[in-house]
């Protein structure tokens, strides 16, 4: 596809514990970086930067470059490692905002801690998001 620009996809990360999943929230989540390194926004050591430089600007020091793809193939190809996955939203929407969730994640089984991974799609058209999204779901 001529002219269709770089496609970025940005993945993030939530943390189920047993103790947790009581109450219906996350152990942690945040962004998930190259190399496997997991950037948690909901630790002591984000509340203490977003108290120095605020809560934008701590996110955008924690936010790790985001995979970059020059095709729809290369994208879906690299996001099929990944699943199965679950949309965030049914019917897939057009404005962008839907994202992919594995739909089974890694489970720690020594703590029962299971991590699953989102992938956010940026930089591409409604059409390309609704393709690549339907080729992975």
Same mark, same amino acid.
């Given at each position: ?11 993030t ?8 999943? $009581? ?8 962004f !998930? *970086?190259?190399?496997? +390194? !997991? ?13 120095? &430089?605020?809560?934008?600007?701590? %996110? ?17 190809e690299? %996001?099929?490692? !990944? *699943?199965?996955? $679950?949309?965030?939203? !049914? ?7 839907? +994202? ?13 801690? &299971?991590?699953? %991974?989102?992938?956010?799609?940026? *930089?591409?058209?409604? $059409?390309?998001?609704? $393709?690549?999204?339907?080729?992975? %779901?």
């Open positions: 596809m001529v002219g269709m620009g770089t496609i970025k996809i940005q993945i990360f939530d943390k189920v514990s047993p103790e947790s999943a $009581e109450d219906g929230d996350f152990s942690d989540h945040g !998930y *970086g190259e190399g496997g +390194w !997991y950037f948690s926004i909901a630790d002591e050591a984000f509340e203490e930067r977003c108290n120095k &430089v605020g809560r934008d600007q701590a %996110l955008k020091d924690m936010t790790p470059e985001p995979d970059e793809f020059e095709s729809v193939d290369e994208a879906v690299f %996001l099929s490692n !990944y *699943g199965p996955f $679950e949309a965030s939203c !049914y019917p897939l929407c057009d404005n962008g905002h839907c +994202w992919v969730t594995q739909a089974d994640g890694d489970t720690d089984y020594s703590t029962g801690e &299971v991590t699953r %991974l989102s992938f956010h799609l940026d *930089g591409v058209t409604p $059409e390309i998001h609704r $393709e690549i999204l339907t080729a992975v %779901l």
